[in-house]
């Protein structure tokens, strides 16, 4: 198999293949990003793999799905499922551990708290926060994956962005989630029913609602890919942040700035004693 990597061991050289061999990851997200984040990950050479999505294939899954085939909708696979074959036609020897739930469950948790590096690739801000909040308590490092098109802005925006954590700042501190977003998601079964009353809002989960192109979301996975390839070969360290302006043509970069008072910065390595078990009593556990 050695002749397999022969033509990027010339990019990142003997010992970078290897560390990509022996690296754990945790994909959080089977849809349109995680799929094709997993089947890049694969090529590479990653070989342990925990893939992290409670939710079944669908027909609207179908234009993104990597790996994913009109003759699966007879069976309603889990998306975990499809993708671990997805990476196992590609790697044989991988180890995958496909687990049918969220980010918010025990096995979610567990499989943070053991592996290397961690990517998000949900949807939705509320899992987003919760996900980084727990890589920041386990000191793991954190690659969130976001495609953002907003078909209603004027002009038209469309793309993405990928952002790299490893304990210097956060989604929090550097304002990339909805903190409206994530309170809605985080609160009880009563404060929500209450919210619905007052406001009228669908706040629960709009599972396929959002624009999403397999195009786009490849841009996004691609980019992430090659930041966790960089940072784990050490041929440079992964960005912060990588934006892609689609409706622009081009690829940017930002650094982000520490904060120092981040409530969620400040829980870095802090193991149980950051407290974010207490996700685990919440309604989003269940979910
Ligand atoms: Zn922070």
Redesign the pocket.
Known sequence: MTERYERQERLFGREGQRKLGEVKVVIAGAGGLGSALAQQLAYLGVREFTLLDPDRLSHTNLNRLVGAYPSDLDSSPQKVELLKRLILQIAPDAHIDAVPKSVVSPEGFAAVRSTDYVFGCVDLDGPRLVL?QIC?AYAKPFFDLASEIDPDSTPMTYGGRVFF?DGA??????AEVDQEEVRRFLMSESELEQHKRLYGLDVGHPEDSGPSVVTINSVIASLAATEFLVEVTGLRRAAPKLTYRGHEGKVTRADIP??GN?????TWGQGEAAGVERYLNTRVASQ
């Not at 700042?169 to 550097?174: E, F, I, M, T």
């Not at 981040?262 to 400040?266: E, I, Y």
């Open positions: 980084a920041a954590s700042w956060c989604l929090r501190c550097a520490s904060h981040c409530p969620v910065c400040a």
